[in-house]
């Protein structure tokens, strides 16, 4: 991958970076090159950037995290310089070792000090990401070139001012793309700095009249990516991606020496010390090349010692001089002695602050404590932290690359600001379902910078550089212009629905978000304006100025907040509605170490959704409970080569844009977005019961949260309740699959806990009968006491709804026979016959009168009862009791429960107790009863069982029904049917 590289400023050693986010020392000398390296493991993601002075070491990663190294006795971290919410594409040290240039792709250079970590200048007005930054070694000025190949050179001095701009003066490369991005040079003196563009020649801009002076050309048949001074700024070397290093004699315009190599290069530096090149290529290799410049044939020293010695020491002397000219000045200000030697009557003054700090420096030895009181003895202040200034960012929003940006990309489409002139812009609004909305395009008369999208409409609004995402905005913006927020509505129905409202002066939007529920702009101020999708606005409060991003969707409004310099590392979060009444969560966003937040959304179910600059998609989990939400880890995308750029959530898969090569941002137009599966970081990864837990997890936490809002908004489970019931089902099966792995591997604690996981009855059966089927008896044994604990009320409950169907049972027959005795009396039986229809024993009772009759009405009341008799239960075939339903497991997964002799029987008497029952005339009294087996009634007549009737109670029916439970689906109560109408007509032993 790419490798940067720098010298000290001694030339002793040799520092690079590379794509494995570790930095390298070596020593150069020949006799101590082939030593290890010393390696330091301090960024977390691809070091791009390099920069080293006499004692400092100031290194840049692509999460936009710079560190500062000191050597001494070693190389020591000394502190955080700077974080930012892009990549730090190139940063350089002033000689003083005091103030650092870093160039990000966010457009803008930052100039930190490295005394107190404060960001002194944010220099701006690049269109697309800056590829580098070069400060001179006076730290008076800053060259800076963009990938749209435009150098500007700032005066930072005083007040930073651009003082030229040079278009075309670079190559134009693609942002995020390090090894296709050039990087500039100054010389030693400062006279001038060395940039490569087009045509492949390096070119030289002199200083003050920024012309160019010469161009150095000839070599090279590819990109050149980097140029390097030598000692003296007499020559020059420069690498190429054909794998060329040329060395050029800049005053004679010409090349002196060429080496050629089989790989890309990266970067190039030259020994201030010696005549010795370093240049590295993409396999990560690091060359050094000892006397590029041939010795003997009448070329100019690489560099003079002793020139350079005397140099430095006239101008540590001048330093002290001025320094204290300066001091006695501001002692005696208006005092006459104090300007007695000055023929100007003037003070002696600094040209720029940095110069001041070098005289401060030069004047550290001034007190020699020769009394040994320790008062010359000044306490080191620690390192601090650096300063984060909150950057507002807006999602699916990207730098410009070339002539176009994104301003939104979600799932609802893109829009896309195309660069036309310095007047307007071109904005087009693509869809991703043509059937719902076609798509747009308008003239863009406003350079609106930020934009958020729904179904509903389309929310832009302008601001200032400084709060672009980018980091500039095209053609003057001025702080001071007043900013404006439109809405270009979508719905066919309401013409003339798009408004504009300009902001108060010097409030400008961070942020917006959009729904059909309505629009949120975040400002500068601090001020959160909710507004209608009409325009009406009906909330405004205000906020810490710290607010990072805000998202919508439907009814809610996600916002992150910085928490400020005490706290760089996570973010704060906000959740609540649109119409500002409510807040439904609020608290702390984790991000992963050293990211900051890259993407937030809301899922396609409506969660609130967090990815950070590490690719870690973090879900806001039980925000609906008081006090319970927390934000759960449900895919981490490092293990992927390629960049990735969210775009949109569901309940199964991140939606999102794999970047090709280096790139870290998507192209326009959209390409096809890639599905990529969550998956819950989990240990063992790559384990199979790792994989499934990970999905029972996920399972678990998405239906959690579908029933949750659909609880919230008083609407029904999507999919209604075959979804709920699919969804839960799902999860269980997931839980048995592991119930059975770890019954297999003969561990029963593992199986017991998953167990106690399974939220259905029917699913726990299932459990109990894979113990079974594995062979684990105690396993068994305990997962039916778990049941039995977990599952009794829903048994207590069963029995209830059982007793209410047999009293409306009761009372439905109770109805019928009042109908059918109200009938006409040619329909009605006679009284004898409205007894029982039949008993357990078949012997009659006295014949008489009343028997005749009664044998006469019988087919009448057989009629009758037939009107309302239910169909006759089949009857129930005699087996052994099995507990597990089943005589063999492996031939059914299903397990249903069999309706026993004794439920039948239970269910008849319940139906019997109904009726009203005769009296013989014998006065005995029979018990309602019905001949189930007209050939078991004959053998108990003629056994005289007859006289001892048989009656089930139902204690002994739920018994049963309790021991015959091992089913997936629990079936519904059989109701009984009623007692068959039977003739009692004439027996064979009648008189």
Excluded at 347 to 367: H, I, K, N, T
Excluded at 410 to 420: E, F, L, T
Excluded at 588 to 614: I, Q, Y
Excluded at 935 to 948: C, I
């Amino acid at each position: 991958g790419y490798t940067p590289l720098a010298f000290s400023a001694d030339g002793a050693l040799i520092i690079t970076g590379g794509t494995d986010s570790l930095i390298r020392v070596f020593r150069s000398s020949q006799s101590e090159r082939d030593k290890e390296a010393l390696t330091l493991e301090h960024h977390s993601d691809a070091v791009v950037a390099v920069a080293a002075s006499r004692s400092k070491i100031v290194t840049g990663d692509e999460e936009g995290v710079v560190l500062s190294f000191d050597v001494h006795d070693g190389v020591h971290a000394s502190g955080t310089v700077l974080r930012m919410e892009m990549a730090a594409r190139d940063v350089s040290i002033s000689a003083s070792e005091r103030l650092v240039a870093v160039a990000s792709d966010d457009g803008a250079v930052r100039m930190v000090s490295l005394v107190d970590m404060g960001v002194q200048h944010v220099l701006e007005g690049h269109r697309s990401a800056v590829s580098s930054a070069a400060l001179a070694p006076d730290a008076s000025f800053v060259a800076a070139v963009g990938c749209d190949g435009t150098a500007r050179v700032w005066d930072v001095r005083g007040e930073a001012t651009c003082v030229q701009v040079l278009r075309k003066l670079a190559y134009t490369c693609e942002p995020g793309v390090a090894l296709q991005q050039t990087k500039a040079r100054w010389s030693p003196d400062g006279s001038a700095f060395a940039v490569a563009g087009e045509g492949h020649a390096v070119r030289v801009v002199a200083r003050n009249s920024w012309a160019v002076s010469g161009e150095l050309g000839g070599e090279h048949s590819a990109m050149v990516t980097c140029v390097a001074w030598s000692g003296s700024g007499r020559y020059v070397a420069s690498v190429a991606l054909d794998g060329v290093v040329a060395v050029w004699d800049v005053q004679a315009r010409r090349a002196v020496a060429t080496r050629r190599t089989g790989d890309k290069l990266c970067q190039v530096a030259w020994n201030p010390r010696a005549n010795m090149l370093a240049f590295t290529d993409t396999a990560g290799a690091l060359r050094v090349w000892d006397g590029p410049v041939p010795a003997g044939q009448g070329y100019a020293p690489v560099f003079v010692e002793a020139q350079a010695a005397a140099a430095a020491e006239t101008e540590s002397e001048a330093q002290v001089d001025a320094a204290a000219d300066a001091l006695m000045s501001d002692l005696f200000a208006g005092d006459s002695m104090a300007n007695e030697d000055d023929d100007s009557g003037e003070p002696a003054a600094f040209d720029s602050g940095d110069e001041l700090a070098d005289a401060g420096e030069a004047l550290d030895d001034f007190v020699v404590d020769d009394d040994g009181g320790g008062y010359a003895e000044r306490p080191a202040a620690p390192p601090r932290a650096a300063p984060v200034a909150t950057r507002s960012f807006q999602p699916g929003a990207t730098p410009w690359a070339g002539d176009r940006r994104y301003l939104a990309l979600n799932m609802v489409g893109s829009v896309v600001s195309i660069a036309q002139d310095a007047a307007h812009n071109t904005v087009e609004i693509t869809f991703f379902d043509k059937s719902a909305h076609r798509d747009m395009h308008f003239a863009d008369s406003f350079r609106f910078a930020l934009a958020a999208l729904c179904d509903a409409g389309c929310l832009l609004a302008t601001t200032t550089r400084a709060l672009a995402n980018d980091g500039s905005l095209r053609g003057a913006a001025d702080s001071d212009d007043a900013s404006v927020v439109a809405f270009r509505a979508f719905a066919p129905w309401a013409a003339a629905s798009d408004w504009t409202l300009p902001l108060p002066p010097n409030e400008h939007p961070r942020c917006l978000a959009v729904s059909p529920a309505g629009a949120a702009v975040v400002t500068s101020r601090g001020m959160l304006r909710l507004l209608t999708c009409g325009g009406v606005q009906r909330h405004v409060e205000s906020l810490a100025d710290r607010v990072v991003t805000c998202v919508a969707h439907g009814d809610l409004l996600l916002l992150l907040l910085a928490r400020g310099a005490a706290d760089p590392g996570d973010l704060e979060y906000v959740l609540m509605r649109m119409d500002g009444g409510t807040r439904l969560a609020s608290g702390t966003c984790p991000l992963t170490p050293a990211s900051t937040a890259a993407w937030a959304g809301f899922s396609e179910e409506g969660h609130p959704a967090v990815c950070d600059s590490r690719g870690v998609v973090r879900l806001l989990h039980r925000y609906w409970a008081p006090r319970q939400a927390c934000w759960v880890p449900v895919l981490d995308t490092r293990a992927r080569r390629a960049a990735v750029w969210p775009v949109a959530l569901s309940a199964r898969h991140l939606l999102a844009v794999t970047c090709r090569g280096a790139s870290r941002y998507p192209p326009v137009p959209t390409p096809i977005l890639d599905e990529l599966p969550l998956a819950v970081p989990l240990l063992q990864p790559d384990a199979a019961a790792s994989q499934l837990e990970a999905r029972a997890l996920e399972a678990a936490v998405f239906h959690e949260q579908l029933a949750a809002e659909a609880e919230r908004t008083a609407g029904e489970y999507p999919g209604g309740r075959t979804a709920e019931a699919r969804d839960r089902l799902e999860h269980d099966k997931l839980l048995l699959r592991l119930v059975q792995l770890a019954c297999k591997a003969d561990r029963p604690q593992r199986a017991v806990d998953l167990a106690a996981m399974i939220t259905s009855e029917p699913s726990f059966d299932a459990c109990v009968k894979i113990a079974v089927h594995e062979k684990q008896s105690q396993l068994a044994e305990r997962l039916m006491r778990l049941k039995e604990a977990r599952f009794s009320h829903h048994g207590d409950d069963d029995e209830d709804e059982d007793d209410q169907d047999l009293d409306s049972d009761r009372d439905r027959d109770q109805d019928q026979a009042s109908d059918v005795e109200m009938a006409s009396d040619d329909q009605r039986p006679p009284p004898a016959a409205r007894r029982p229809a039949a008993t357990y024993g078949s012997r009659r009772a006295a014949a008489g009168p009343a028997a005749g009759s009664a044998a006469e009405a019988a087919p009448a009341a057989a009629a009758a009862a037939s009107a309302f008799a239910r169909p006759p239960q089949p009857p129930t075939t005699a087996r052994p009791f099995n507990p597990f339903g089943v005589v063999s497991p492996s031939k059914s997964m299903e397990i249903k429960r069999s309706h026993s002799f004794f439920d039948a029987a239970d269910a008849h008497s319940n139906a019997l107790s109904r009726e009203p029952s005769a009296s013989p005339a014998d006065g005995h009294v029979l018990p309602p009863a019905k001949r189930l087996n007209p050939q078991a009634a004959d053998a108990a007549d003629a056994a005289g069982a007859g006289d001892a009737p048989r009656k089930i109670s139902r204690t002994a029916g739920a018994a049963q029904s309790k021991l015959t439970a091992f089913a997936f689906k629990r079936q519904p109560p059989q109701q009984a049917p009623p007692p068959e109408a039977c003739s009692d007509g004439p027996s064979s032993d009648a008189p």
